[in-house]
């Protein structure tokens, strides 16, 4: 199953779904149309009966680079608010749709995993990656702050105190330093990767999924707190960032490889 342009890629085999950001040129930043038909992929893995696991990892040497820089450069200066409402609404359907799923999902990290990219990882229920992978939500180095659920994932995966040095520094992080902190749940060697991750998504394909299906249920209602409040926050200091001017001074900054004035 592959897109139009062949950005999105999947293999569907002995109960896996095998899902593949492949756009390794640009390090597999997210397009739109790479947003949509990555939405569209996983609804169907979610609602096909062949399939009891989802892994997504990213073709090339990395996971994904998260959004694509020159079109959000170009949604600032065509003032074209809109689109970048569409922007945010789809990626947070995205990213809800991946965490809704009853199914059991792994992020395979195979490189580096930042912005929305590190986000699609955090709405899988479980992520494995390289010992070359690296991880972080650099949003303050353009100007702009997390979205899709980011804040939400993120503080219910590693320590709030840690996640707020994360979105304030834009630190990045490798992969022993996120095993540590829990961001990740196993490190492996790069050339193992595939190959293990493919392994351990067979292992829960064999469990009983509806089984499966209702430990995740509980886990998550376990914490307490709802996806679609701090979305909605996010969502409106997102647009205030959009609106100021040093959105479109950071990007240009970050761009240009300089420190933004």
Request: a negative charge; glycine letters at 8%.
């Amino acid at each position: 199953m592959n897109t139009p342009t062949g950005h999105i890629l999947c293999d569907i085999s002995d109960g896996v779904a095998a899902i593949t950001l492949n756009r390794p040129e640009k390090l597999n930043a997210i397009t739109d149309p790479m947003r949509a038909e990555l939405l569209r992929v996983i609804q169907s893995a979610d609602t096909d009966p062949n399939v009891r696991v989802i892994t997504i990892t990213g073709a090339g040497k990395a996971f994904s680079a998260g959004g694509d820089i020159p079109y959000l450069k170009h949604l600032k200066e065509t003032n074209n608010e809109k689109d970048f409402v569409r922007l945010l609404d789809e990626g947070r359907t995205l990213v809800q749709t991946l965490r809704d799923s009853h199914k059991p999902t792994i992020a395979l990290v195979n490189g580096p995993a930042f912005g929305g990219g590190l986000i699609i990882a955090m709405a899988c229920d479980i992520r494995v990656c390289s010992r070359t992978a690296s991880f972080g939500v650099p949003f303050v180095k353009i100007g702009l702050g997390p979205d899709w659920g980011g804040t939400y994932l993120l503080t219910r995966i590693v320590r709030i105190a840690k996640a707020l040095e994360m979105f304030f520094t834009g630190e990045r992080l490798d992969a022993e330093e996120a095993l540590r902190i829990g961001l990740v749940n196993h490190v492996w060697p790069l050339e193992e990767l595939q190959r293990r991750g493919a392994e351990f998504a067979a292992q829960l394909a064999a469990w009983p999924h509806e089984i499966l299906a209702r430990y995740k249920r509980a886990v998550y209602h376990a914490a307490n707190h709802t996806f679609e409040d701090t979305a909605d926050l996010e969502r409106q200091y997102q647009l205030e960032n959009f609106r100021s001017d040093q959105f479109i001074e950071s990007i240009d900054a970050f761009l240009e490889r300089r420190t933004p004035r």
